[in-house]
């Protein structure tokens, strides 16, 4: 399996909203709701953000939301804050138990 | 509080052997699955394998089957990675995460990581 499809980079202005998509095939993303997100800032340990598609973990801000569509979903992030800037992953599971990662998103926040 | 702690930094020569681990702590270790995650220098998450330690059922990733084993020790909630012959392209930042929930590709627990290097 190859890695899922997201965008090397993507930028906003403090306070506006971007979104992150993670495209895959009708073997990963398009056949389970199981796509999960990932926060990763630089020398710390990934941090879930989002789960089973569109739930978020407790604790979690309500700006960070999850959906999909066909083979592709989507990370949106609301009312952009400068503690956001960090790397984004996306996470489905495909096939016989195997999980697949998207390359990652860096998002820049301007 | 649910805590993966994993062992600590590892410096290695090409051909060495190496094993590292994660400890759980905080829940029932044998009732999920534990996974391991590569991430090399300046890169992205790779996803390795998992194992259930309740009775160590173990699935690898295609690009990782046959390079590394993935084994647990339920009597002392430790999973465990381990290649039997480094080579340099093996440095990477290592993490173990509890996979749960539907599916179970919900990683809301994760080691602090594991820096593995290998350099002659």
């Known amino acids: 399996q190859s890695a899922l499809t997201q965008p090397a980079s993507v930028s906003g202005s403090h306070g506006q909203s971007i979104t992150i998509s993670c495209t895959g095939t009708?073997?990963?993303?398009?056949?389970?709701?199981?796509v999960s997100w990932y926060q990763q800032h630089p020398g710390k340990a990934p941090k879930l953000i989002i789960y089973e598609g569109s739930k978020r973990p407790s604790g979690v801000s309500n700006r960070f939301s999850g959906s999909k569509s066909g083979n592709t979903a989507s990370l949106t992030i609301s009312g952009l804050q400068a503690e956001d800037e960090a790397d984004y992953y996306c996470c489905s599971y495909a096939n016989s138990n195997i999980r697949i990662f998207g390359g990652g998103t860096k998002l820049t926040v301007l | 509080e649910v805590q993966l702690v994993q062992s600590g930094a590892e410096v290695k020569k090409p051909g060495e052997s190496l094993k590292i681990s994660c400890k759980g702590s905080g829940y029932s270790f044998t009732n999920y699955w534990i996974g391991w995650v590569r991430q090399m220098p300046g890169k992205g998450l790779e996803w390795m394998g998992i194992i259930y330690p309740g009775d160590s059922v173990t699935t690898y990733s295609p690009t990782f089957q046959g390079q590394v084993t993935i084994s647990a020790d339920k009597s002392i909630s430790t999973a465990y990675l381990q290649w039997s012959s480094l080579k340099a392209s093996d440095t990477a930042m290592f993490y173990c995460?509890?996979?749960?929930?539907?599916?179970?590709?919900?990683?809301?627990?994760w080691g602090q990581g594991t820096l593995v290097t290998v350099s002659s």
């Open positions: 995460a509890r996979h749960e929930g539907d599916g179970y590709n919900t990683l809301e627990y």
């Open positions: 009708n073997s990963d993303v398009g056949s389970y709701n199981l």
